[in-house]
């Protein structure tokens, strides 16, 4: 069961490149999910998606792209990377709706913008 | 404005020195409250939910309770295993994402 991976773990790009991070999971889980974790501040919604070719802005979109095809892949795009998106990046997964909303994490990929 | 505040940032404890942590928020409506544990390096690792007031969940040393205006996460006779930082997360009703506090780095020395 290999669950949600990501994808790479560590990467370096520079200012103004394009990146795109990887997610997948194996669960079929409709809501899928990315955040960033950055020193003094919790966790905090880039993106989700509720449902392949279904996607909404979280509280920092600015910056971001998002695609699903898929039920089980949810890439995020950095379109012209900036020094203020180095973070730590975790996709997440959830079953949809109701009490069962629990979300589980992916091992994160950190990213490192010069 | 929505708030998730977790206490202390830090604590250190001797191996067997129980304690709490603490998670006090404030959210229009609230649809669940999550404690995640995440170790270095990795992403965070579920271990409870709380849905309402008045409910506890015990998983081995850990155990969470929920109050309508903070959540208390205690740690009885802690193991050197039990070193991670410690996430609170709430959800709020009608949204699908959950909004974190900045995490209480714990670390229980032998």
């Known amino acids: 069961d290999a669950g949600i991976t990501q994808s790479p773990r560590y990467k370096i790009t520079e200012t103004g490149r394009q990146v795109t991070l990887m997610c997948h999971q194996t669960w079929s889980h409709s809501y899928m999910f990315w955040y960033r974790q950055d020193l003094g501040h919790g966790l905090r919604l880039i993106y989700y998606?509720?449902?392949?070719?279904?996607?909404d802005k979280g509280e920092v979109p600015d910056g971001y792209v998002v695609s699903r095809s898929k039920t089980e892949n949810f890439p995020l795009t950095l379109e012209s990377a900036t020094r203020s998106q180095t973070s730590v990046y975790f996709c997440?997964?959830?079953?949809?709706?109701?009490?069962?909303?629990?979300?589980?994490f992916g091992p994160g990929t950190r990213l490192t913008v010069l | 404005e929505d708030q998730v505040t977790q206490s202390p940032e830090a604590l250190r404890l001797q191996e067997g020195e129980s304690s709490s942590l603490n998670c006090s928020y404030t959210?229009?409506?609230?649809?669940?409250l999550f404690w995640y544990r995440q170790d270095p390096g990795k992403g965070p690792e579920f271990l409870f939910t709380?849905?309402?007031a008045g409910e506890e969940k015990e998983k081995e040393r850990l155990k969470a309770t929920l109050t309508k205006k903070e959540s208390f996460l205690h740690i009885t006779a802690p193991k050197p295993e039990d070193s991670a930082t410690y996430l609170c997360a709430v959800r709020k009703t009608g949204a699908n994402n959950l909004f974190f506090g900045t995490g209480t780095r714990l670390t229980v020395i032998p």
């Open positions: 997440a997964s959830s079953l949809a709706g109701g009490r069962v909303d629990t979300q589980y």
């Open positions: 959210v229009s409506g609230l649809r669940g």
């Open positions: 709380l849905y309402s």
């Open positions: 998606s509720a449902a392949a070719d279904i996607t």
